[in-house]
Antibody, heavy 116, light 107 residues
Framework: QVQLVESGGGVVQPGRSLRLSCAAS????????IHWVRQAPGKGLEWVAV????????YYTDSVKGRFAVSRDNSKNTAYLQMNSLRPEDTAVYYC?????????WGQGALVTVSS | DIQMTQSPSSLSASVGDTVTINCQAS??????VNWYQQKPGTVPKVLIY???NLQSGVPSRFSGSGSGTDFTLTISSLQPEDFATYYC?????????FGQGTKLEIK
């Protein structure tokens, strides 16, 4: 069955970096775009970024442009979200999700807390 | 960027009711809209993709309609398990924005 598993979350000080991983299984990873969506505590869903199946095209929401970077390693069936210059407002649960019929499969989420 | 304006932000209804949730895009997005349901403490789940296509395994009481800028999610004959928060999302062009969410509560 399709599975996405995030890892790498944790508590980090403002200005520091963190890298999330999204390990995929149960489908042909290289043929799907992988999206990152976050949800701050008690708030709604916010789309963050995507890396398309070609591994070349990537897009970001304005608030993370220049700070976050997505990548993927199709040989490892894994996508990454590199988060630099983290801010308190980046505190959220971060989900990776596969785009098939909409975002049809999601990981369980990784909590990132940015606090001094 | 395309803005998705969802209404209402909250909704109170009873089991057996029919409810509609609306989403308006700031520009035409054809039928590139998806609808998600999220229950507290759980991962979002896609209900409808590309405006009116029911995701596999989703009950037929959920339906989607619309094209261009105006979209609707309809839930017929509400069941207890339908009380949740619903989000629309545009997949026309990046950034692939979500609506603000509609919290459906039991009356």
């Amino acid at each position: 069955q399709v599975q996405l598993v995030e890892s790498g979350g944790g508590v980090v000080q403002p200005g520091r970096s963190l890298r999330l991983s999204c390990a995929a299984s149960g489908f042909t990873f290289r043929t799907y775009g992988i999206h990152w969506v976050r949800q701050a505590p008690g708030k709604g869903l916010e789309w963050v970024a995507v890396i398309l199946s070609d591994g070349i095209n990537e897009y970001y929401t304005d608030s993370v442009k220049g700070r976050f970077a997505v990548s993927r390693d199709n040989s490892k069936n894994t996508a990454y979200l590199q988060m630099n210059s983290l801010r308190p407002e980046d505190t959220a649960v971060y989900y990776c999700a596969r785009f098939g019929a909409g975002l049809d499969n999601w990981g369980q989420g990784a909590l990132v807390t940015v606090s001094s | 960027d395309i803005q998705m304006t969802q209404s209402p932000s909250s909704l109170s209804a009873s089991v057996g009711d029919t409810v509609t949730i609306n989403c308006q895009a700031s520009q035409s997005i054809n039928t590139y809209v998806n609808w998600y349901q999220q229950k507290p403490g759980t991962v979002p789940k896609v209900l409808i993709y590309a405006a009116f296509n029911l995701q596999s395994g989703v009950p037929s009481r959920f339906s989607g309609s619309g094209s261009g800028t105006d979209f609707t999610l309809t839930i017929s004959s509400l069941q207890p398990e339908d009380f949740a928060t619903y989000y629309c999302q545009q997949s026309h062009s990046p950034p692939y924005t979500f609506g603000q969410g509609t919290k459906l509560e039991i009356k």
